[in-house]
T-cell receptor, first 117, second 112 residues
């Protein structure tokens, strides 16, 4: 149990276009999902916390108009990178926290490798 | 603010024991996690400590001292497949949000 999927696993897009990444919790409900970005040989940087039915909470320095987050249901959150530029090329990872009474663990998706040319 | 420090790289020999240290400073501490991450893959959960002491799980053990802001991950009977990055992460409740903040990770290389 506790599987999180991401789609697509890899995407290449041209500069100026938008890319949507989906994150799904397959066998549990997740009121809260998180989006991270990871550059090569660096750690995961939290971008935003996605809350079902409300606006996402963005970390300092993350542009909310550039990285659009939608948490449409208890099992789906999407991240849209708008007007992508080469510097947005990175590994994007989502994670979900299960809505259990006692829950401390976050389950991570397999990640999406974005390359902007 | 938050600050999590761990060594950048470590090397060890197959069959040996290695200890990866992590120190942290955070205002809303609510637990410390260790994750393993192989290159190009998502992190996988290893351990969780919220109270002081040692948690043992097979070949892996994790220790926490909240008063010292210190944790370590102990890997025994090292195997080649243990070569990976090990991420220390702190759950932070400051600001009213429950979020996981990661350290930079320690790249462990296990050699024969």
């Amino acid at each position: 149990g506790a599987v999180v999927s991401q789609h697509p696993s890899r995407v290449i897009c041209k500069s100026g276009t938008s890319v949507k990444i989906e994150c799904r919790s397959l066998d549990f409900q997740a009121t809260t999902m998180f989006w991270y970005r990871q550059f090569p040989k660096q750690s995961l940087m939290l971008m935003a916390t996605s809350n079902e039915g409300s606006k996402a909470t963005y970390e300092q320095g993350v542009e909310k108009d550039k990285f659009l987050i939608n948490h449409a249901s208890l099992t789906l959150s999407t991240l849209t990178v708008t007007s992508a530029h080469p510097e947005d090329s990175s590994f994007y990872i989502c994670s979900a926290r299960a809505d259990r009474v006692v829950s401390y663990e976050q389950y991570f998706g397999p990640g999406t490798r974005l390359t902007v040319t | 603010g938050q600050n999590i420090d761990q060594p950048t790289e470590m090397t060890a020999t197959e069959g040996a024991i290695v200890q990866i240290n992590c120190t942290y400073q955070t205002s809303g501490f609510n637990g410390l996690f260790w994750y393993q991450q192989h290159a190009g893959e998502a992190p996988t959960f290893l351990s969780y400590n919220v109270l002081d002491g040692l948690e043992e799980k097979g070949r892996f053990s994790s220790f926490l001292s909240r008063s010292k802001g210190y944790s370590y991950l102990l890997l025994k009977e090292l195997q080649m497949k243990d070569s990976a990055s090990y991420l220390c992460a702190v759950r932070d409740l400051s600001g009213g949000y429950n979020k996981l903040i990661f350290g930079a990770g320690t790249r462990l290389a296990v050699h024969p």
